[in-house]
């Protein structure tokens, strides 16, 4: 019993030792490399992507904690994305914040019908990025 006790003490503070991985999906390289700086300073590994039609291969390869999701892209926005892998296994289990100049009330509305866990308008502070993905890491 003590051994086993031992043993899950040791693993929880190795998972809270190890850095949260946070996927950043977003057409412009200025916004990924802005985010992956903040992220960095707060603590968390960050790895960006600028095709969302490449999110569940991320997914795949990085094993993200959380993912952040701009909605204006090419291709599939983020609003199609959010709802496909929400609706998706292993995927669904992945909290998703939208990270966007869309910031309506309506827009809002929409992405947490697509599934999203959070939302982060652009522009946005330090703070505002780092409380988003912490209060789902």
Not at 9 to 22: G, I, Y
Not at 84 to 96: A, E, F, G, N, T
Request: hydrophobic share 40%; glycine share 6%; with cysteine.
């Amino acid at each position: 019993m003590v051994l086993q006790l031992h043993f899950y003490l040791r693993v929880f503070l190795w998972r809270s030792a190890v850095p949260k991985k946070v996927l950043i999906v977003d057409d412009s390289q200025a916004e990924l490399h802005l985010m992956q700086s903040m992220l960095q300073q707060g603590g968390f590994h960050s790895v960006g992507i600028s095709d969302p039609t490449r999110i569940e291969e991320a997914i795949e390869e990085e094993h993200p904690n959380v993912i952040l999701l701009d909605v204006v892209m090419p291709l599939r926005n983020g609003f199609q994305a959010c709802r496909d892998l929400k609706s998706q296994q292993p995927y669904s289990s992945i909290p998703v914040i939208l990270v966007t100049s869309k910031s309506a009330p309506s827009d809002r509305y929409w992405g947490e019908q697509q599934g999203a866990n959070g939302y982060v308008s652009k522009p946005f502070t330090p703070d505002e990025l780092l409380n988003a993905v912490k209060r789902f890491a």
